[in-house]
């Protein structure tokens, strides 16, 4: 995968790992609108705010259409704990590879108490029914984010 996602094209077909044991394939959600937001690292202060926003607007989420996905580089077994954890109703996917992450290209050099490292940069994507990206969100700050992208997916209708 070299090419990376762009506002307004088709999303080229992906599969990867997801918590709920099957692959996820994004050929497989057409007719649906796809919401992935990419986060840094399970049980994480803001990586926990996030999902369980999400998680409280699930319902609405589905009233849209639109099922909700979250991303990062950990282990299904760790999605497992944080899933179990919290007790969300949506899956996780899985990125140990980084494909997806270099795809959407969030893969970031962060500040981590003043060491340069290489991180996912908390964004999130907006895929249509036709598998177009329609909605694309950088740098967000996780509290009040779900809202947010379910505000968005609202004003596509």
Do not use: W
Request: aromatic residues 10%.
């Amino acid at each position: 995968m070299a090419a990376s996602v762009v506002l307004g094209k088709k999303v080229p077909s992906f599969k990867v790992p997801s918590s709920s044991g099957e692959t996820f394939s994004l050929t497989s959600k057409k007719g649906k609108k796809i919401v992935l937001y990419f986060y840094p690292k399970d049980n994480t202060p803001g990586c926990t705010t996030e999902s369980i926003e999400f998680n409280e607007l699930l319902s609405q989420f589905k009233k849209q259409n639109a099922e909700v996905y979250g991303i990062s580089r950990d282990s299904l077994k760790s999605h497992d704990k944080f899933i179990c954890k919290y007790d969300f109703k949506f899956e996780l996917l899985s990125d140990e590879n980084e494909e997806l992450c270099q795809l959407f290209d969030v893969i970031k050099e962060k500040n981590m108490y003043g060491k340069k490292v290489m991180g996912i940069e908390r964004s999130t994507f907006v895929i249509d029914e036709d598998q177009k990206l329609v909605g694309e969100f950088r740098k967000i700050k996780a509290q009040g984010h779900a809202a947010e992208i379910l505000k968005f997916i609202k004003s596509l209708s």
